[in-house]
């Protein structure tokens, strides 16, 4: 049986490993960071931590960095908006001329710019939103998925730890008797000897030519 090695990434340890350096690619963060920050919760080292992202748990979330940096996309291009918008209405003001009434030439007011790009606004927002809380259900599925997958892996574990618990007994069961049995062969071989012997050390006798018993040496 193949002995496990006390550093050995778990099943848990990878989990944590995707969830938290996902969660910087699509917060805009860097990958280190997400390795200090795995490497604190699980005792690892931030090095650690990256060479088995690269080397092993990356490959299995391929889609889901793709969806993450199409977030952290989005999430930019709102950052870039956000002061645009805030700032339209004094740009507005500061280069179209307005009437006592606070209206411009074409009959349409600086409050109705501002409220229209705020809608606008909100809108992209609203959009975003939904489409955030629909990749976190699929990551939260996919979450569950391995969740259950490593649930079973736990169970065939202590199964095969069960099987091999008992083929270990059985085979001290074998061994004893099979060393049992090499000493009831030996003694009888002993014993074999002993009688072979005997029978050579008893007297032996032959009939002369005279009918007289002659002893043999």
Not at 55 to 83: D, F, G, H, L
Request: glycine share 6%; proline share 0%.
């Amino acid at each position: 049986m193949t002995a496990v090695r006390q550093d050995a990434w778990s099943a848990e340890d990878d989990l944590i490993l995707a969830e938290v350096t996902l969660r910087h690619i699509r917060e805009g963060s860097t990958q280190l960071n997400a390795f200090e920050e795995v490497g604190e919760r699980i005792g690892r080292t931030a090095a650690a931590c990256g060479f088995r992202w690269n080397s092993c748990v990356r490959k299995k979330y391929e889609a889901a960095i793709s969806i993450a940096k199409a977030q952290r996309q989005k999430r930019n291009y709102m950052k870039k908006q956000t002061p645009l918008i805030a700032g339209s209405g004094m740009a507005s003001l500061a280069s179209v001329e307005l009437d006592d009434g606070g209206y411009r030439s074409d009959g349409v007011t600086e409050e109705t710019i501002s409220i229209d790009a705020v809608i606008r606004f909100l809108r992209g927002w609203k959009n975003t939103v939904q489409e955030t809380n629909r990749q976190m259900k699929s990551l939260e599925k996919e979450l569950r998925e391995k969740e259950e997958e490593l649930a079973t892996l736990r169970e065939e574990n202590e199964r095969l730890s069960t099987q091999v618990n008992e083929v270990q007994t059985d085979y001290r069961v074998v061994n004893d008797d099979y060393k049992a049995l090499i000493q009831i062969m030996d003694r009888a071989r002993r014993l074999a000897f002993l009688n072979e012997e005997d029978e050579e050390s008893k007297s032996r006798f032959k009939m002369d030519a005279n009918g007289n018993l002659e002893r043999i040496e």
